[in-house]
T-cell receptor, first 114, second 115 residues
Framework: GDSVTQMEGPVTLSEEAFLTINCTYT??????LFWYVQYPGEGLQLLLK?????DKGSNKGFEATYRKETTSFHLEKGSVQVSDSAVYFC?????????????FGTGTRLTIIP | DAGVIQSPRHEVTEMGQEVTLRCKPI?????LFWYRQTMMRGLELLIY????????DSGMPEDRFSAKMPNASFSTLKIQPSEPRDSAVYFC?????????????FGEGSWLTVV
């Protein structure tokens, strides 16, 4: 079945550091890929998405590129801020193969230190 | 446009009591999902509906859990009787049938504590 493997956390960085959170997936077909973010005490918000190979999703300075050859969708940001402290979830859905739901990774807790 | 609306946001209840969580999906969305989040198990899909019909309830933990969707704008998740191990955040989410890149939109969650 479909699955998402996400970089183990927690991750602690200093402000303005470069961020990478690794995500790889296994899917039957050609899934859409997502990054969701959960701030403390809040629900999940869509951060960015990509629906086909080589697409790049971007939002709020974060980027991720859909790499079919390596089945990866790594999240990057060039200069993190304290306000980026949150839990980040990589996810996929593969509606073309009857998988209507989102399959999530385990989440990576990110803490940014001033 | 309003997002997915859940109620209550927070609930504390005693073991054995019935708990009902409510959800209003985004207008026009055909799919509705109930997820549960715990520290031990992460995010788990409990059940999802398409056009008000339950499609996959394989994630519902046991008979104490039930979910209904009587119409396109309302769904409930009921736990009866509740147990301390049911303490978790329960998320409702919805998605349109076509377009929007298959994006699923989440509510802010119902934070349940069973004591």
């Amino acid at each position: 079945g479909d699955s998402v493997t996400q970089m183990e956390g927690p991750v602690t960085l200093s402000e303005e550091a470069f961020l990478t959170i690794n995500c790889t997936y296994t899917a039957t077909g050609y899934p859409s890929l997502f990054w969701y973010v959960q701030y403390p005490g809040e629900g999940l918000q869509l951060l960015l998405k990509a629906t086909k190979a080589d697409d790049k999703g971007s939002n709020k300075g974060f980027e991720a590129t859909y790499r079919k050859e390596t089945t990866s969708f790594h999240l990057e940001k060039g200069s993190v801020q304290v306000s980026d402290s949150a839990v980040y979830f990589c996810a996929l859905s593969d509606v073309n193969f009857g998988n209507e739901k989102l399959t999530f990774g385990t989440g990576t807790r990110l803490t940014i230190i001033p | 446009d309003a997002g997915v609306i859940q109620s209550p946001r927070h609930e504390v209840t005693e073991m054995g009591q019935e708990v009902t969580l409510r959800c209003k999906p985004i207008s026009g969305h055909d799919y509705l999902f109930w997820y549960r989040q715990t520290m031990m198990r992460g995010l788990e899909l409990l059940i999802y509906f398409n056009n008000n019909v339950p499609i996959d309830d394989s994630g519902m933990p046991e008979d104490r859990f039930s979910a209904k969707m009587p119409n396109a704008s309302f769904s409930t998740l009921k736990i009866q009787p509740s147990e301390p191990r049911d303490s978790a955040v329960y998320f409702c989410a919805s998605r349109a049938r076509q377009g929007s890149g298959n994006t699923i939109y989440f509510g802010e969650g119902s934070w349940l504590t069973v004591v």
